[in-house]
């Protein structure tokens, strides 16, 4: 599993060497870039990995690999979480690939009958995962149910912050931005943001670079909708003596807007 931090990587899909793509594909090495997870063999994959699943299992997957690459990971999470039931999240969770961690997110996220507390346990893991896609995975798994629940997933997520691991404070600001990325948006924090302060005021002068990019592109998001919060906010984090990582964040929370009077 330390291979792809080992090797730089492809950063366009024509260019992976064949055998590297291949490997990818059967699940034999670590993605060590976005575009080396995008472009293996789902299909493949899934074959080498679980080479029994049923013929209903195989032909549903059929369908998903022609989907664009979320829907694929949430199509095959689902479909191997009612071939596999709860055991195969474990199966898939222990895994070498990347990818197949990641259909352990999406399963977790296809469970039915957890209440947050209990899905947001059972991501924990691979939200600390050593791989970025896989991390990036997770909190893209859960988002639907957090949004759901919004009031109940700030409250555990503020917990989050306080985590030794950069890896989990991160995951806290990622998983609640209110616009993301390859997600859907989150009317209520677009429109209401400051309820997301007890996850982003603890995160305020975070000394690792993961998390503060996070809280910034969180604020940036934020500042799409509800530009003057922003700029208060940072304002507010600004006066005083404020950290360099603070002043970073805010900087890099308002690149978007106009020159304002702070």
Known sequence: MSQSASRKGATRAADIPAD??????????????????????????LHNVFPK???????????????????????????????LGAAGIAQCQSHGSDTVRGWACF?????????????LAAIRPLADDAHFGVREWA???????????????IAHLTAWTASP???????ASEALRPRGVWCTHIAALKQRPEQALPIL?????????????????WLNDAAKDQSEWVRGLCRQWLQGDPSA??????????????????
Request: net charge positive.
């Open 20 to 45: 590297i793509l291949a490997a990818l594909s059967r699940g034999q090495l670590q993605s060590a870039t976005l575009a080396e997870g995008l472009a293996l063999d789902q299909a493949v994959l």
């Open 53 to 83: 699943l049923s013929p209903q299992a195989l032909k549903a997957a059929e369908d998903v690999y022609r989907l664009g690459i979320l829907k694929r990971m949430e199509g095959l999470g689902a479909i191997l979480l009612g071939e």
């Open 107 to 119: 399963m977790i996220g296809a469970q039915h009958g957890l209440d947050l507390a209990a899905r």
């Open 139 to 153: 909190w893209m798994a859960v988002r639907p149910h957090l949004g759901k629940d919004l009031d109940g997933a």
């Open 165 to 171: 691991s950069e890896r989990l404070r991160r995951f």
């Open 201 to 217: 005021s603890p995160l305020q002068a975070d000394p690792t670079v993961y998390v503060q990019d996070s809280v910034a592109n």
């Open 245 to 262: 990582a603070t002043r970073r964040i805010c900087q890099r929370a308002m690149r978007n807007l106009a020159t304002s009077n702070m």
